[in-house]
């Protein structure tokens, strides 16, 4: 008896395209990997608005949604209009309360409408904003990683994150975070599998963790 194939679909963290994704490999025998990618917002459109368009991606039900940083978010918005499996949130927050404070004070202040995205085309800028580091050495590497960089885009997306409302976590969520995120610092986050080491792109440079761990995490074995 042939067993069932789960689907398993990945949203990358803030203008990161899919291939962020490329190391992680689940048995075939078991699981079928699907990437997202993000979609350029509507004007004016809410967040949980798009989340609903980028449901039309998902093309099966009970799916496994795994979302990293802005993408976690985004998957947990997803979760709230279509049935799911499992829930992963990686290297991201389950709640406003999670942000850091220095985001909170780019809401309070509304200092978020004046972040330069314009100049967002300069990689190591968008690294430093999306991976939450500088990397002199690796721009060629991110040039990869890093490719959605729309103004709108990112003006849409920084908005989001900062602006999140979301009061209690989603029930059953999957929170895998890495003690050394700086982008969203591990101290701010509750209830979360904590890789030893991990940085805010361990997604990629973690990948072997992923690989061992996932497939127990989604069959709960």
């Known amino acids: 008896m042939n067993q069932?194939?789960?689907?398993?679909?990945?949203?990358?963290?803030m203008a990161a395209n899919p291939?962020?994704?490329?190391?992680?490999?689940?048995?075939e025998d078991r699981f079928k990997i699907y990437w997202l990618s993000w979609k350029i917002p509507l004007k004016n459109e809410t967040l949980q608005?798009?989340?609903?368009?980028?449901?039309?991606?998902?093309?099966?039900?009970?799916p496994v949604l795994?979302?990293?940083?802005?993408?976690?978010?985004?998957?947990?918005?997803?979760?709230?209009?279509?049935?799911?499996?499992?829930?992963?949130?990686?290297?991201?927050?389950?709640?406003?309360?999670?942000?850091?404070?220095?985001?909170?004070?780019?809401?309070?202040t509304?200092?978020?409408?004046?972040l330069p995205t314009q100049l967002m085309s300069n990689v190591e800028l968008l690294a430093k904003y999306a991976f939450?580091?500088?990397?002199?050495?690796?721009v060629e590497l991110y040039k990869k990683y890093l490719s959605v960089n729309d103004k709108s885009y990112l003006d849409w997306a920084i908005e989001q994150i900062i602006c999140w409302e979301q009061d209690q976590p989603i029930p059953n969520a999957i929170h895998i975070h890495g003690d050394s995120d700086m982008v969203f610092p591990c101290n701010h986050i509750?209830?979360?599998?904590?890789?030893?080491?991990g940085t805010h792109i361990m997604i990629i440079n973690k990948y072997k963790w992923f690989n061992e761990n996932?497939?127990?995490?989604?069959l709960d074995i």
């Open 4 to 13: 069932e194939i789960i689907p398993v679909y990945f949203m990358p963290g």
């Open 19 to 27: 291939t962020i994704f490329e190391y992680i490999k689940l048995p």
């Open 49 to 62: 608005e798009y989340a609903k368009r980028m449901c039309d991606d998902v093309k099966h039900d009970n």
């Open 66 to 108: 795994l979302g990293v940083s802005f993408g976690g978010i985004l998957v947990q918005e997803m979760s709230k209009h279509i049935k799911v499996r499992k829930l992963f949130v990686v290297s991201s927050v389950k709640t406003k309360h999670e942000l850091p404070r220095r985001m909170k004070l780019l809401k309070a």
């Open 110 to 114: 509304k200092a978020y409408k004046l």
């Open 132 to 138: 939450g580091e500088t990397i002199t050495k690796r």
């Open 190 to 197: 509750q209830n979360c599998v904590k890789l030893k080491g």
């Open 214 to 218: 996932l497939p127990k995490l989604i």
